[in-house]
């Protein structure tokens, strides 16, 4: 019984209107429902307050012929002076930054405040109203009724301090009255009583509604600011935040780090299991980022897989280190989606403030950059911002701008790798390689701009192009010969790639067996979902389908049963080793075996020596690839290369 009085009053004397039989609501929500009082009420103070200290010396001034005139000076001094400095107090504190929460205590002193400040003007009729004059009787109950109006207004949406207000001058009055004895007073008192019910009535209403309206704002102003999945901080709320360490940090120079994270699987989850399950995985990842940090700190979720914190008050950049790392052992255990364990991991970049930049965009701009780097290094890296970063950065950004206009410029061109079919001793085919020439930097490697071009979008206006140069180049070539055209794994998010394909066939006017796609391995299975029914597509056309670097991705023999695929290609790596390492040899013989099983055909890239060739003929390999066949070469090179009897050449080699 005890505590439930103890919070019963605790919550009487906040101000919670959960006292007097509203819902409750939790504390973060209470303390901002208080600082939307207190803004109020510190709005409407000063004039009160100056209203307050205005009829203290009007009441000293009907009192001057009061035998009571001494003590009424001395009243009227000391409420005028406790008002004037009140006021300007709370003038002052208007000119602050209106407060985000106030806490129990803070309103606990409002309420004892009121109660003071009301008991002052309730000592008024009951010390002095009996050896008034007429005139100061009228004066005294025109005051005391202007004094219930004004707490009534003043604390309209505090029922608690209205009533620790007007309470004593109530009591005063109904002394003054009842000690009088005459009827008319006992009518003036069933005035008051009257007035007081309907001031305090209008009070609770106004309370109730203020109440209301506020919860309503602040539920609407958190779906704006908050994830309607994880109900984590959205990027609204981040920005924000970052805005407010900024400016704590010009304010009083307090340090901060803002974190990003990436997480390194979740495309993988969405297209293995489902939007649903993809849902549930960013729910649980959430769950376990939150549980890392400082309670005063809040992970935020700011894109599809992108998550952020601002931590705030740093004092060694080892602090913001150690949360990164709980973030990234916080993947350690799998997590559980509909049934299934599912493995993920996070990459985390780490800029710290000011040393790494001093506005949001210097900030983002440079987390973004480290987080990059630590992206590129492998799941589960953690990387600071360095200033070579942002050297790489522009240098990225420069070569973006440059490819953009490398098509227009004439910049781009391809050359051609032959494929020899090892039974017939002639060339089969060719593919395809971009190459870009800068004019200033030079020959660019394609390990370089490919994955500019990815990160940009730019890959689908290269892959169009590099298909209609494809298909021009094989209208010029014998309809024995095909050319293979590699495509990035991005492509298949280009739903215009198959109309593209059509367009260039019918432009070139060649048959579609002639175009081979080359999708690499490792790139297609773990990003791309919706590869079979592309691929299907582009078998439907005609076209022939090559998975190149065979035997470096995950899952090929699962891939090679879903996938229709019509020729594998073994990566170089194994040939390499092949005539040195049983282990390799034994892998392309087992290959080259289940290629013809499944009646694929077979390639093996990275031939460089005659034993090599050999070996691969030996096994029944279908065509070999590789610098001892022919490097890749300019069109005008092909006519002569396609007149030459292949098989002595390479014995020539």
Same mark, same amino acid.
């Given at each position: 019984?005890?505590?439930?009085?103890?919070?019963?009053?605790?919550?009487?004397?906040?101000?919670?209107?959960?006292?007097?039989?509203?819902?409750?609501?939790?504390?973060?929500?209470?303390?901002?429902?208080?600082?939307?009082?207190?803004?109020?009420?510190?709005?409407?103070?000063?004039?009160?307050?100056?209203?307050?200290?205005?009829?203290?010396?009007?009441?000293?001034?009907?009192?001057?012929?009061?035998?009571?005139?001494?003590?009424?000076?001395?009243?009227?001094?000391?409420?005028?002076?406790?008002?004037?400095?009140?006021?300007?107090?709370?003038?002052?504190?208007?000119?602050?930054?209106?407060?985000?929460?106030?806490?129990?205590?803070?309103?606990?002193?409002?309420?004892?405040?009121?109660?003071?400040?009301?008991?002052?003007?309730?000592?008024?009729?009951?010390?002095?109203?009996?050896?008034?004059?007429?005139?100061?009787?009228?004066?005294?109950?025109?005051?005391?009724?202007?004094?219930?109006?004004?707490?009534?207004?003043?604390?309209?949406?505090?029922?608690?301090?209205?009533?620790?207000?007007?309470?004593?001058?109530?009591?005063?009055?109904?002394?003054?009255?009842?000690?009088?004895?005459?009827?008319?007073?006992?009518?003036?008192?069933?005035?008051?009583?009257?007035?007081?019910?309907?001031?305090?009535?209008?009070?609770?209403?106004?309370?109730?509604?203020?109440?209301?309206?506020?919860?309503?704002?602040?539920?609407?102003?958190?779906?704006?600011?908050?994830?309607?999945?994880?109900?984590?901080?959205?990027?609204?709320?981040?920005?924000?935040?970052?805005?407010?360490?900024?400016?704590?940090?010009?304010?009083?120079?307090?340090?901060?780090?803002?974190?990003?994270?990436? +997480?390194? /699987?979740?495309?993988?989850?969405? &297209?293995?299991?489902? !939007?649903?399950? %993809? $849902? =549930? #995985?960013?729910?649980?990842?959430?769950?376990? +980022?939150? /549980?890392?940090?400082?309670?005063? &700190?809040?992970?935020? !979720?700011?894109? %599809? $897989? =992108? #998550?952020?914190?601002?931590?705030?008050?740093?004092?060694?950049?080892?602090?913001?280190?150690?949360?990164?790392?709980?973030?990234?052992?916080?993947?350690?255990?799998?997590?559980?989606?509909?049934?299934?364990?599912?493995?993920?991991?996070?990459?985390?970049?780490?800029?710290?403030?000011?040393?790494?930049?001093?506005?949001?965009?210097?900030?983002?701009?440079?987390?973004?950059?480290?987080?990059?780097?630590?992206?590129?290094?492998?799941?589960?890296?953690?990387?600071?911002?360095?200033?070579?970063?942002?050297?790489?950065?522009?240098?990225?950004?420069?070569?973006?701008?440059?490819?953009?206009?490398?098509?227009?410029?004439?910049?781009?061109?391809?050359?051609?790798?032959?494929?020899?079919?090892?039974?017939?001793?002639?060339?089969?085919?060719?593919?395809?390689?971009?190459?870009?020439?800068?004019?200033?930097?030079?020959?660019?490697?394609?390990?370089?701009?490919?994955?500019?071009?990815?990160?940009?979008?730019?890959?689908?206006?290269?892959?169009?192009?590099?298909?209609?140069?494809?298909?021009?180049?094989?209208?010029?070539?014998?309809?024995?010969?095909?050319?293979?055209?590699?495509?990035?794994?991005?492509?298949?998010?280009?739903?215009?790639?198959?109309?593209?394909?059509?367009?260039?066939?019918?432009?070139?006017?060649?048959?579609?067996?002639?175009?081979?796609?080359?999708?690499?391995?490792?790139?297609?299975?773990?990003?791309?979902?919706?590869?079979?029914?592309?691929?299907?597509?582009?078998?439907?056309?005609?076209?022939?389908?090559?998975?190149?670097?065979?035997?470096?991705?995950?899952?090929?023999?699962?891939?090679?049963?879903?996938?229709?695929?019509?020729?594998?290609?073994?990566?170089?790596?194994?040939?390499?080793?092949?005539?040195?390492?049983?282990?390799?040899?034994?892998?392309?013989?087992?290959?080259?075996?289940?290629?013809?099983?499944?009646?694929?055909?077979?390639?093996?890239?990275?031939?460089?020596?005659?034993?090599?060739?050999?070996?691969?003929?030996?096994?029944?390999?279908?065509?070999?690839?590789?610098?001892?066949?022919?490097?890749?070469?300019?069109?005008?090179?092909?006519?002569?290369?396609?007149?030459?009897?292949?098989?002595?050449?390479?014995?020539?080699?």
């Amino acid at each position: 019984m005890r505590t439930y009085l103890s919070s019963y009053f605790a919550k009487l004397f906040a101000g919670d209107l959960a006292a007097f039989g509203a819902p409750p609501t939790d504390e973060a929500l209470a303390g901002h429902i208080r600082a939307e009082q207190v803004s109020l009420v510190l709005g409407y103070s000063f004039g009160i307050m100056l209203a307050n200290a205005c009829n203290a010396l009007v009441l000293a001034v009907a009192l001057w012929q009061s035998p009571d005139w001494i003590f009424a000076l001395v009243w009227a001094t000391a409420v005028s002076c406790a008002a004037l400095f009140f006021g300007l107090q709370a003038r002052a504190a208007r000119r602050i930054a209106k407060p985000q929460f106030v806490s129990r205590r803070a309103m606990y002193r409002l309420v004892r405040n009121a109660l003071a400040l009301g008991t002052a003007w309730g000592i008024v009729p009951v010390a002095f109203f009996a050896d008034a004059s007429s005139g100061a009787q009228l004066v005294i109950t025109c005051l005391c009724a202007g004094m219930l109006a004004g707490g009534a207004l003043a604390f309209a949406t505090i029922p608690i301090a209205a009533i620790a207000f007007t309470a004593p001058i109530f009591v005063g009055t109904a002394i003054c009255l009842g000690r009088e004895g005459d009827y008319v007073y006992l009518l003036v008192a069933a005035l008051v009583v009257v007035y007081g019910t309907v001031l305090l009535r209008g009070v609770f209403v106004n309370a109730f509604e203020f109440r209301r309206r506020i919860i309503a704002q602040h539920e609407a102003e958190r779906t704006v600011r908050q994830d309607s999945l994880t109900h984590l901080p959205n990027r609204v709320a981040f920005n924000e935040a970052l805005d407010g360490a900024l400016k704590r940090l010009d304010r009083s120079g307090e340090e901060f780090a803002v974190l990003m994270l990436d +997480l390194d /699987r979740f495309k993988e989850v969405n &297209e293995r299991f489902g !939007r649903p399950a %993809g $849902d =549930e #995985f960013l729910v649980q990842v959430a769950a376990r +980022l939150q /549980r890392c940090t400082r309670a005063s &700190e809040h992970v935020a !979720r700011i894109g %599809g $897989d =992108e #998550f952020a914190l601002i931590m705030s008050n740093l004092a060694r950049p080892e602090d913001a280190l150690a949360i990164a790392e709980r973030f990234v052992a916080a993947f350690a255990d799998p997590f559980v989606v509909e049934g299934y364990e599912v493995t993920g991991a996070t990459s985390v970049g780490i800029v710290l403030a000011p040393r790494d930049g001093n506005t949001p965009h210097d900030l983002l701009k440079h987390v973004d950059t480290a987080l990059y780097r630590a992206k590129k290094s492998g799941p589960g890296t953690i990387c600071f911002f360095e200033a070579s970063d942002d050297t790489s950065a522009r240098e990225r950004r420069a070569l973006q701008h440059d490819l953009e206009h490398a098509i227009e410029a004439d910049e781009l061109f391809l050359v051609y790798q032959p494929f020899l079919d090892i039974r017939q001793g002639r060339i089969t085919g060719f593919e395809a390689l971009l190459r870009w020439q800068h004019p200033v930097r030079g020959l660019i490697p394609p390990s370089v701009f490919i994955p500019i071009a990815e990160e940009s979008g730019l890959i689908h206006q290269l892959g169009e192009w590099v298909v209609r140069r494809a298909c021009a180049m094989l209208a010029r070539w014998p309809d024995g010969i095909r050319i293979a055209v590699n495509f990035s794994a991005v492509q298949f998010q280009n739903v215009g790639i198959l109309q593209t394909i059509v367009e260039a066939l019918a432009e070139a006017k060649v048959a579609p067996d002639r175009l081979e796609i080359e999708i690499t391995e490792s790139m297609l299975i773990s990003k791309y979902g919706a590869a079979p029914a592309i691929l299907n597509s582009l078998l439907e056309l005609g076209l022939t389908v090559a998975l190149d670097d065979f035997g470096t991705g995950f899952s090929s023999l699962t891939y090679l049963r879903k996938l229709p695929f019509s020729r594998i290609k073994i990566d170089q790596s194994f040939i390499r080793d092949m005539l040195t390492q049983p282990d390799c040899a034994a892998i392309v013989k087992s290959v080259i075996g289940l290629a013809q099983e499944l009646k694929i055909g077979v390639v093996a890239e990275g031939v460089e020596t005659v034993d090599q060739l050999e070996y691969l003929r030996q096994t029944s390999c279908d065509e070999v690839q590789g610098y001892l066949i022919g490097r890749p070469m300019s069109a005008s090179e092909i006519a002569s290369m396609l007149d030459t009897k292949p098989r002595q050449s390479v014995h020539a080699a």
